[in-house]
């Protein structure tokens, strides 16, 4: 059985490829794949909340407690309000998001890059560079070049393991951790070097000036005076999000990069163009880590120095994997994995437990839910056979 894509001038494929169980010529109506979904969001919401009130019992930690410490410090309570904790919290998801979606893109067309952390520091730096050398630009105009670069220079970056990938064979994986350690070592050279700031005295650039700063979004009257660092650059991130899932799942190429990710010998069989889907995948997957760099740098950061990012792109596969590798999902996921970064100081300050804690809760949850997810894709085949 064949099903025709639902994107003109895209070839007919396999049922099973286009995401369609045999046998089943339409799918449920929406509302009914509405309702699923939030049932499954549901569930997965109470699961996690399950694994998390267990982690810490095994660690001996009065798990109401660090549930309410964790809470007031990602979304405040009403004594303290709530403005300043969410926007940390919509700070710290903001990196993991952009990057969390580069991940995406990449593991939908099968290639399980590792690159992000150095597509991330390759945008920052080009975006740095070109502060450094063009800040007598109008303000919006250098903020938009800067993201203009730090887009650029991540898919150029992304596009260097992608053609190893296509043109030498070179497996992704161990080309773009390469290609990260490549990075880190190229941004620790530019500030102390041709980026480093004038004064000469700390391995970091000259600030970004002030006009090209994205606009602070909170006034502080709104935040009882104090001081926000929720940025319009957040908005990028959100909007990254729908945009990506538009691309994967309402053009052809994007139809085209999720077959060759199913199933690269029936793509090829199908004659869809697999290196240059390949290609396009990893140029993609870089552009939106790089913009994490540049939007960081914009935001928050002001300045590019050593051990610019904490691990963004190392923790965005976590991100994408617990969000089903799906644009929708990674959002969740990263909200999830922000407000738990956010929170984590709120849990140590308060309750003594330290914040180390919460990797083990986002590895924890991660296993778990790829697990299950494991779990049901084998039953499903069972019950198929």
Request: hydrophobic letters at 50%; aromatic letters at 2%.
């Given at each position: 059985m064949s099903v025709r894509s639902e994107t003109p001038g895209v070839p007919e494929i396999p049922a099973p490829l286009a995401g369609q169980p045999p046998?089943?010529?339409?799918?449920?109506a929406w509302p009914l794949r509405a309702l699923r979904a939030l049932a499954q969001g549901l569930g997965y919401a109470a699961g996690l909340l399950a694994l998390m009130s267990l982690t810490f019992l095994a660690l001996r930690i009065n798990p109401i407690t660090a549930l309410m410490a964790l809470w007031e410090g990602a979304f405040g309570n009403a004594s303290s309000g709530h403005l300043y904790p969410l926007s940390e919290t919509l700070v710290k998801t903001s990196p993991l998001l952009l990057t969390g979606l580069g991940i995406v893109v990449a593991w939908r067309a099968g290639l399980f890059s590792i690159g992000a952390e150095g597509q991330l520091l390759m945008g920052a730096l080009s975006a740095a560079a070109l502060a450094r050398f063009a800040s007598s630009l109008p303000g919006p105009l250098?903020?938009?070049l800067m993201i203009l670069a730090a887009m650029a220079a991540g898919a150029l970056w992304g596009a260097i393991a992608g053609w190893l990938r296509v043109r030498r064979n070179v497996q992704e994986v161990i080309s773009t951790i390469m290609l990260n350690y490549i990075a880190l070592a190229l941004v620790g050279w530019m500030v102390r070097g041709p980026l480093?700031?004038?004064a000469r005295i700390s391995p970091q650039s000259e600030p970004v000036p002030d006009a090209a700063l994205f606009a602070r979004i909170i006034p502080p009257a709104w935040s009882g005076g104090i001081p926000t660092r929720l940025h319009s650059g957040v908005l990028l991130a959100f909007l990254a999000a729908i945009v990506v899932y538009l691309y994967l799942y309402y053009t052809a190429a994007g139809f085209g990069l999720r077959v060759v990710g199913q199933n690269p010998e029936a793509a090829r069989a199908a004659r869809f163009p697999v290196p240059k889907l390949r290609m396009q995948a990893m140029a993609i997957s870089g552009a939106l880590?790089?913009?994490a760099g540049g939007v960081e740098l914009l935001g928050i950061a002001i300045r590019l120095y050593d051990n610019f990012s904490p691990g963004w792109g190392y923790t965005a596969i976590p991100v994408?994997?617990?969000?089903g590798l799906h644009p929708l999902g990674t959002v969740l996921s990263a909200l999830f994995?922000?407000?738990?970064?956010?929170g984590s100081g709120n849990l140590e300050r308060f309750s003594g437990?330290?914040?180390?804690?919460?990797?083990?809760?986002?590895?924890?949850?991660?296993l778990a839910v790829v697990g299950v997810r494991a779990w049901r894709a084998r039953r499903a085949g069972s019950a198929e056979d």
């Open positions: 046998g089943e010529t339409t799918p449920p250098l903020t938009l480093q700031e004038r880590c790089g913009l994408a994997l617990l969000g994995f922000g407000a738990l970064t956010a437990v330290p914040s180390v804690v919460i990797n083990i809760i986002q590895a924890a949850a991660v």
